[in-house]
T-cell receptor, first 114, second 109 residues
């Protein structure tokens, strides 16, 4: 298994545009989470999806949305891009193990907004 | 409020010296604490979790609920330990991870 995969690797957009980022979880994982990592900071939680339903949302504006498909892959959409949206976007997948969950991270998509 | 604080952005030690990366947290309830590591040009990966109480690559971390700390320690640093380290927490049954801002550890030869 290649682990969690994300596409594209890098992306450059201009202010006001819209962007879609993609994530494929590890085979057998039904949960996908999205994180934003701004330079010099730790990852910040955006969304979590489990079995195609939103299970959690971080403190992000409505310009951010996501969905999960029947094959458990996921897309993160950001509308009306702002310069401050420039960041590394990380996807993580996990499987249920008792009451604790271990998250496996993808390599990230580097988004630059100009 | 859920918060993780890593007071040192940068930490530099010599090979063979002890290492301690500090992590303090704020959480109402019983959190689960983790250390994640990111080596150069690699993805973020789990190093250890407090509930497993194991030593990974010579690193250990003890949860101190009185001091709300989860410091990462290693008695003898190796050059391959150079990486970015993130402390993180989650609530029981939750999947959202709250990360600290990270500490860049450099091991000098």
């Amino acid at each position: 298994d290649a682990g969690v995969t994300q596409s594209p690797t890098h992306l450059i957009k201009t202010r006001g545009q819209q962007v879609t980022l993609r994530c494929s979880p590890i085979s057998g994982h039904k949960s996908v989470s999205w994180y934003q990592q701004v330079l010099g900071q730790g990852p910040q939680f955006i969304f979590q999806y489990y079995e195609k339903e939103e299970r959690g949302r971080g403190n992000f504006p409505d310009r951010f949305s996501a969905r999960q498909f029947p094959n458990y892959s996921s897309e993160l959409n950001v509308n009306a891009l702002l310069l401050g949206d420039s960041a590394l976007y990380l996807c993580a997948s996990s499987y249920e193990r008792g009451h604790s969950y271990e998250q496996y991270f993808g390599p990230g998509t580097r988004l630059t907004v100009t | 409020a859920q918060r993780v604080t890593q007071p040192e952005k940068l930490l530099s030690v010599f090979k063979g010296a002890p290492v301690e990366l500090k992590c303090n947290y704020s959480y109402s309830g019983s959190p689960e604490l983790f250390w994640y590591v990111q080596y150069s040009r690699q993805r973020l990966q789990l190093l250890l979790r407090h509930i497993s109480r194991e030593s990974i690559k010579g690193f250990t971390a003890d949860l101190n609920k009185g001091e709300t700390s989860f410091h990462l320690k290693k008695p003898f640093a190796q050059e391959e330990d150079s990486a970015m380290y993130y402390c993180a927490l989650t609530g029981k049954g939750a999947q959202k991870l709250v990360f600290g801002q990270g500490t860049r550890l450099t091991i000098n030869p």
